[in-house]
């Protein structure tokens, strides 16, 4: 089946530091990309779609200035989180779907766990 | 906000037991599906059912989606200790250009 992947994994950052996160369809093309973040024991909410080649598409509540979104490939985009807070510590989870193959299953990454300190 | 809610919020049964997992939503669908995550992972999908279909199978799981009262439910049969991980249900909501609302999910834990 389709694979996603993020990188990094993990990471632990200072307060006021932009973190950058990559999320990467590894078999297919995807056109639109989607961004999550789960706080603990809570369920996904969605950030943004992530468009290549045109503006991500925040959620009412996002701030598009601190959550940089770039899709520059049909197999790439990325996630900065500008001037981290810890407030921002949470798992953040991309997915993307292969439009290619009709199918409306969204394939989703590992996450990055990303710890504001 | 979710568009889904999911009870129980937590289960515990033993092993070879049927676990059941519902889900409500709130506006129209074009599709619903549930994953499942173990913890500190990403998420696996399971099952997606489509807004004409009534009932679906998947191995142990089966999935039923009642339209009329906005409602699904998912069924494990025969639970296995490796089951145990938390579901969610995501609706993929009509006009909503594919994006997938998730709902609250339900911990499961199946014990041996």
């Known amino acids: 089946g389709a694979v996603v992947s993020q990188h990094p994994s993990r990471v632990i950052c200072k307060s006021g530091t932009s973190v950058k996160i990559e999320c990467r369809s590894l078999d297919f093309q995807a056109t639109t990309m989607f961004w999550y973040r789960q706080f603990p024991k809570q369920s996904l909410m969605l950030m943004a779609t992530?468009?290549?080649?045109?503006?991500?598409?925040?959620e009412q509540g996002v701030e598009k200035d601190k959550f940089l979104i770039n899709h520059a490939s049909l197999t790439l985009s990325t996630l900065t989180v500008t001037s981290a807070h810890p407030e921002d510590s949470s798992f953040y989870i991309c997915?993307?779907?292969?439009?290619?193959?009709?199918?409306?299953?969204?394939?989703f990454g590992p996450g990055t766990r990303l710890t504001v300190t | 906000s979710q568009q889904g809610e999911e009870d129980p919020q937590a289960l515990s049964i033993q092993e070879g037991e049927n676990a059941t997992m519902n889900c409500s939503y709130k506006?129209?669908?074009?599709?619903l599906q549930w994953y499942r995550q173990n913890s500190g992972r990403g998420l696996v999908h399971l099952i997606l059912i489509r807004s004409n279909e009534r009932e679906k199978h998947s191995g142990r799981l089966r999935v039923t989606l009642d339209t009329s009262k906005k409602s699904s439910s998912l069924l494990i049969t025969a639970s296995r200790a490796a089951d145990t991980a938390s579901y969610f249900c995501a609706t993929d909501i009509t006009g909503g250009g594919n994006k997938l609302t998730f709902g609250t999910g339900t911990q499961l834990k199946v014990e041996l």
């Open positions: 997915s993307a779907r292969d439009w290619l193959a009709g199918s409306y299953e969204q394939y």
């Open positions: 506006t129209s669908i074009n599709n």
């Open positions: 992530s468009n290549e080649g045109s503006k991500a598409t925040y």
